[in-house]
């Protein structure tokens, strides 16, 4: 089973895959979209969940 439920986490300010988790980690909320802490913002930011394909 390689990488198949593999999913990223995509800060839309500046567009950096900054989490990386497996698809069961997390319940679905409904939402792709989170609040997540960017390191590279250094702030709260709406985070992309996004589908390694
Ligand atoms: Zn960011």
């Known amino acids: 089973m390689p990488q198949a439920n593999l999913i ?9 895959y900054t989490y990386w988790s497996r698809k ?3 319940k679905s909320e409904g939402k792709l979209a989170l609040k997540k ?3 590279w913002c ?4 709406q985070h992309k ?3 390694k394909t």
């Open 8 to 16: 990223r986490f995509q800060c839309s300010a500046c567009k950096r």
């Open 24 to 26: 069961n980690v997390r």
């Open 37 to 39: 802490f960017c390191r």
């Open 42 to 45: 250094h702030k709260q930011t």
């Open 49 to 51: 969940e996004a589908k």
